[in-house]
Protein backbone atom coordinates (compact mmCIF):
# COMPACT_ATOMS: atom_id res chain seq x y z
CA UNK A 1 0.00 0.00 0.00
CA UNK A 2 2.40 2.27 0.99
CA UNK A 3 2.56 6.03 -0.37
CA UNK A 4 -1.04 5.34 -1.75
CA UNK A 5 -2.71 5.02 1.83
CA UNK A 6 -2.12 8.75 2.63
CA UNK A 7 -5.05 8.83 -0.78
CA UNK A 8 -7.20 6.18 0.21
CA UNK A 9 -11.09 7.81 -0.72
CA UNK A 10 -13.04 8.62 2.16
CA UNK A 11 -15.88 6.34 2.84
CA UNK A 12 -19.59 7.47 3.31
CA UNK A 13 -19.26 6.12 6.66
CA UNK A 14 -16.24 8.07 7.53
CA UNK A 15 -17.84 11.51 6.64
CA UNK A 16 -21.05 10.90 8.49
CA UNK A 17 -18.76 9.93 11.47
CA UNK A 18 -16.75 12.74 11.31
CA UNK A 19 -19.60 15.33 10.63
CA UNK A 20 -21.40 14.23 13.02
CA UNK A 21 -18.61 14.76 15.65
CA UNK A 22 -16.92 17.63 14.19
CA UNK A 23 -18.87 20.34 16.52
CA UNK A 24 -18.28 18.25 20.06
CA UNK A 25 -14.83 16.55 18.91
CA UNK A 26 -10.89 17.31 18.62
CA UNK A 27 -9.89 15.81 15.34
CA UNK A 28 -7.26 13.31 17.57
CA UNK A 29 -10.67 12.23 19.19
CA UNK A 30 -12.58 11.95 16.18
CA UNK A 31 -9.28 9.53 15.09
CA UNK A 32 -10.06 7.08 17.75
CA UNK A 33 -13.60 7.17 17.22
CA UNK A 34 -13.13 5.93 14.01
CA UNK A 35 -10.41 3.62 14.88
CA UNK A 36 -13.14 2.05 17.27
CA UNK A 37 -15.60 1.72 13.76
CA UNK A 38 -12.03 -0.03 11.72
CA UNK A 39 -11.05 3.20 9.75
CA UNK A 40 -7.27 4.69 10.51
CA UNK A 41 -6.71 8.47 9.71
CA UNK A 42 -4.60 10.48 11.05
CA UNK A 43 -5.24 13.45 12.90
CA UNK A 44 -4.06 15.95 10.54
CA UNK A 45 -5.72 14.36 7.55
CA UNK A 46 -8.97 14.53 10.07
CA UNK A 47 -7.69 18.52 10.67
CA UNK A 48 -7.83 18.63 7.11
CA UNK A 49 -11.22 16.71 5.88
CA UNK A 50 -12.83 18.74 8.64
CA UNK A 51 -11.76 22.31 7.35
CA UNK A 52 -12.42 21.27 3.77
CA UNK A 53 -15.95 20.72 4.82
CA UNK A 54 -16.28 24.09 6.43
CA UNK A 55 -15.64 23.37 10.29
CA UNK A 56 -13.53 24.06 12.29
CA UNK A 57 -10.57 22.01 13.75
CA UNK A 58 -10.03 24.43 16.61
CA UNK A 59 -11.00 22.23 19.89
CA UNK A 60 -13.09 25.27 21.83
CA UNK A 61 -16.73 24.65 21.34
CA UNK A 62 -16.95 28.66 21.80
CA UNK A 63 -15.33 29.66 17.76
CA UNK A 64 -17.29 29.32 14.79
CA UNK A 65 -15.81 29.79 11.05
CA UNK A 66 -18.73 31.79 9.28
CA UNK A 67 -18.83 28.74 6.92
CA UNK A 68 -20.36 27.27 10.18
CA UNK A 69 -22.60 29.81 10.73
CA UNK A 70 -23.80 29.92 7.85
CA UNK A 71 -24.70 26.04 7.61
CA UNK A 72 -26.34 26.43 11.37
CA UNK A 73 -28.32 29.59 10.28
CA UNK A 74 -29.01 28.59 6.89
CA UNK A 75 -27.97 31.00 4.88
CA UNK A 76 -25.19 31.61 2.19
CA UNK A 77 -21.77 31.80 3.74
CA UNK A 78 -21.21 34.95 1.87
CA UNK A 79 -23.88 36.54 3.99
CA UNK A 80 -22.10 36.05 7.35
CA UNK A 81 -18.49 37.03 5.04
CA UNK A 82 -20.33 40.26 4.49
CA UNK A 83 -21.01 40.82 7.97
CA UNK A 84 -17.31 40.00 9.17
CA UNK A 85 -16.27 42.67 5.82
CA UNK A 86 -18.91 44.95 7.45
CA UNK A 87 -17.55 45.14 10.73
CA UNK A 88 -20.96 44.23 12.23
CA UNK A 89 -20.27 40.93 13.44
CA UNK A 90 -16.95 40.61 14.78
CA UNK A 91 -13.97 38.13 14.60
CA UNK A 92 -10.99 36.97 16.15
CA UNK A 93 -7.99 36.19 13.94
CA UNK A 94 -6.45 32.49 13.31
CA UNK A 95 -4.01 33.36 11.47
CA UNK A 96 -3.22 36.22 8.53
CA UNK A 97 -6.41 34.54 6.03
CA UNK A 98 -8.29 32.99 8.40
CA UNK A 99 -10.50 33.94 11.60
CA UNK A 100 -12.96 32.63 13.44
CA UNK A 101 -16.04 33.72 15.13
CA UNK A 102 -16.59 33.62 19.19
CA UNK A 103 -18.99 32.67 21.00
CA UNK A 104 -19.82 36.53 22.39
CA UNK A 105 -19.21 37.69 19.24
CA UNK A 106 -22.40 36.51 17.94
CA UNK A 107 -23.76 37.07 21.10
CA UNK A 108 -23.60 41.10 20.58
CA UNK A 109 -24.46 40.78 16.85
CA UNK A 110 -27.68 39.19 17.67
CA UNK A 111 -28.66 41.11 20.17
CA UNK A 112 -28.18 44.31 18.84
CA UNK A 113 -27.79 44.22 14.92
CA UNK A 114 -27.54 46.48 11.90
CA UNK A 115 -30.96 48.14 11.96
CA UNK A 116 -31.49 47.17 8.26
CA UNK A 117 -30.70 43.42 9.42
CA UNK A 118 -33.09 43.16 12.12
CA UNK A 119 -36.09 41.69 10.02
CA UNK A 120 -33.40 38.91 8.66
CA UNK A 121 -32.18 38.21 11.66
CA UNK A 122 -35.53 37.92 13.14
CA UNK A 123 -36.39 35.72 10.42
CA UNK A 124 -33.66 33.37 11.43
CA UNK A 125 -34.58 29.93 13.57
CA UNK A 126 -34.39 31.18 16.77
CA UNK A 127 -33.31 27.42 17.52
CA UNK A 128 -30.25 27.87 15.29
CA UNK A 129 -29.41 30.95 17.05
CA UNK A 130 -29.63 29.70 20.54
CA UNK A 131 -27.43 26.42 19.55
CA UNK A 132 -24.86 29.05 17.72
CA UNK A 133 -24.99 30.78 21.53
CA UNK A 134 -24.92 27.44 23.39
CA UNK A 135 -28.61 28.41 25.02
CA UNK A 136 -30.65 25.84 25.88
CA UNK A 137 -33.74 25.52 23.49
Known sequence: ??????????????????????????????????????????????????????YSTSPFLDNYSSAEIARILRVHSTTVSGWVRRGWLKTSRRSSKRYQVRRWHLKSFFENPPQHLKKRIASIDSEAINYLLGRKA
Open 1 to 54: MGANQMHTKWTDEELAIIEAKAELYTPKQIASILKRHGYFRTTIAIATKLWALG
